[in-house]
């Protein structure tokens, strides 16, 4: 059953150029891409910091692996990473050899998810799913369940919904839900 549900933050971090104290805090350290990431990448890094702190699973190191914790990143998105895709197209209009490889990195939907369990040391499943006609956290957190019960391995799951609406530069744009599942 899943606890630890994340509330609607403000997302004024994710776009801002420096980082404020209390997302310093979460980090721990800040991720070695973070000035490349888009938006969306930074707040599930915080996000799910957040949550794995909330859920007291973070005491003593950033790294749940380091810990003895197998734990996984699974993530609905109906978005999933249009925005960035957009972009790196644009960046294609002054041709090939111009576009932009920071962007390019980011243009799979699970490249954001990856960034946070590569933070924190998630090495169970980490991806993302579109799910159809559903409620993006109903279908990951069942996913998640599925994969606990078929792995006993794994001690936790990270589930959430999450998006980030193109054409938008603002807070408003982005959508972030996680949940620890075990």
Known sequence: MPDNVSADPDYG????????????????EIPGRWE????????LVVETGRVL??????SGG???????K????????????????????????????????????YTL??????EAASHYGLVGPVYAIFPD???????AVVEAERWLACRPELDLIIAGAFDAWPGSETTASLSITLSVVS
Do not use: C, H, K
């Open 70 to 105: 197998n734990a996984g990143l699974i993530g609905a998105t109906t978005t999933g990473s249009l925005g960035v895709d957009l972009d790196f197209a644009s960046t294609l209009a002054a041709g090939f050899y111009l576009a932009s490889p920071a962007l390019f990195g």
């Open 62 to 68: 950033r790294s749940l692996y380091a810990l003895g």
């Open 53 to 58: 702190t909330a859920a007291g699973l973070l």
């Open 13 to 28: 971090y994710a776009f801002s150029a420096s980082t404020e104290e209390w997302v310093r805090e979460v980090l721990g």
């Open 109 to 114: 939907p699970n490249i954001a998810l990856s």
């Open 36 to 43: 490349r990431m888009p938006p969306l990448s930074r707040a």
């Open 133 to 139: 006609q559903q409620t993006p956290l109903t279908v």
